[in-house]
């Protein structure tokens, strides 16, 4: 059976500021685009690239023990009456940032779409 690895697009050096800007991003709303501006395409891409399903853009180091720095974005079909294929945003929106911790709940920040989706159900 054949490993896949992950391309690292963040070398070591710029894991910290990444994980820094990250934390002081979530304290607004982004863009799908607004990630891939500032980190580069994803090490791993969990999610296809139609703009109304959630995904999840991950980056990985080229340190093995590193764990990934996860952006988990949303978006949705919009309810009726809209067009059926018309979705809630123009393209996914980042709900949180995940960057390892201990347990899966752990490690997350989230921006304030997604504090607000998570007090919301």
Known sequence: ?????????????PRDPSRRVSETWCRKDRLLSDIVTAFGP???LFGGNNPNY?????????QRDDTLLCFHLWNS???????S???????????????????FTDGFI???????????N
Request: zero cysteines.
């Open 1 to 13: 059976m054949a490993t896949t690895r992950p391309d690292p697009h963040l070398g070591r050096a």
């Open 110 to 120: 989230f921006t304030p779409q997604g504090s607000a989706r998570r007090r919301a």
């Open 85 to 103: 294929s018309a979705s809630v945003h123009a393209e996914p929106v980042l709900w949180a940032f995940r960057d390892g911790g201990t347990l």
């Open 77 to 83: 079909f919009a309810p009726a009456p809209s067009s």
């Open 42 to 44: 994803p090490s791993v």
């Open 54 to 62: 959630p995904k999840t853009l991950a980056y990985a180091t080229d």
